[in-house]
């Protein structure tokens, strides 16, 4: 069965700094993979999704995603975060199990954007 | 066009009782999954319907239970409720439930077992 580690639970960094939040999932021949955000007393909200093609990926409100197949990753990056970026980000793997795509999501990181 | 619509959003109950959740997925789409998240256990996978047929199912035990209807609407139910069952239930929804496919995510109904 596919695992997803999201290394950090929490993630604090300042206004209009970097940020990098870290996925790894076990190895699979065939995988879609997918971040979410989730404020607070909301659903998830899709922000980007890996299917083929080029390793960079780019989603909604400035995040970015580089898949890396020898690594098995997909860390979710932004370059300048605000204050409204804080919530919940969940990494998610699709994998074909029994013909049909089951997602098994990461614990999740909270990203905490402090002025 | 309308989204995800989960009800109710709130909801208490007593250890023992039993519970309906519903979910009225995005028109057209005809997959629902239902995701229980806690904070130590994070989004668990419960099932999936598809055209009013459970296609997938994840390791919950018998209590969980849910149905489709032809409208595409879900409903879940957890029997016997058990203080464990506390927490937030969200709704997704796609067009086929295929893995390349975006799922749209509920607001999710707290459930609070007493």
């Known amino acids: 069965a596919q695992s997803v580690t999201q290394l950090d639970s929490q993630v604090p960094v300042f206004e209009e700094a970097p940020v990098e939040l870290r996925c790894n999932y076990s190895?699979?021949?065939?995988?879609?993979l997918f971040w979410y955000v989730q404020y607070p007393n909301q659903g998830l909200q899709l922000l980007l999704k890996?299917?083929?093609?080029?390793?960079l990926v780019k989603g909604i409100n400035g995040f970015e995603a580089e898949f890396n197949k020898s690594q098995t990753s997909f860390h979710l990056r932004k370059p300048s975060v605000h204050i409204s970026d804080t919530a919940e980000y969940f990494c998610?793997?699709?994998?074909?199990?029994?013909?049909?795509?089951?997602?098994?999501f990461g614990r999740g990181t909270s990203l905490i954007v402090h002025p | 066009k309308a989204g995800v619509t989960q009800t109710p959003r709130y909801l208490i109950k007593t250890r023992g009782q039993q519970v309906t959740l519903s979910c009225s997925p995005i028109?057209?789409?005809?997959?629902v999954s239902w995701y229980q998240q806690t904070p130590g256990q994070g989004l668990q996978f419960l099932f999936e319907?598809?055209?009013?047929?459970?296609?997938n199912k994840g390791n919950f035990p018998g209590r969980f239970s849910g149905r489709q209807f032809s409208n595409s609407r879900s409903e879940m139910n957890v029997s016997t409720l058990e203080l464990g069952d506390s927490a937030l239930y969200l709704c997704?929804?796609?067009?086929?439930?295929?893995?390349?496919?975006?799922?749209?995510f509920g607001q999710g109904t707290r459930l609070t077992v007493v």
């Open positions: 997704a929804s796609s067009l086929d439930g295929g893995g390349h496919t975006e799922a749209f």
């Open positions: 190895s699979s021949v065939s995988v879609y």
């Open positions: 890996y299917l083929s093609g080029s390793t």
């Open positions: 998610a793997v699709s994998d074909k199990s029994g013909g049909s795509y089951i997602p098994t």
């Open positions: 028109s057209g789409h005809r997959s």
């Open positions: 319907y598809f055209s009013e047929t459970q296609r």
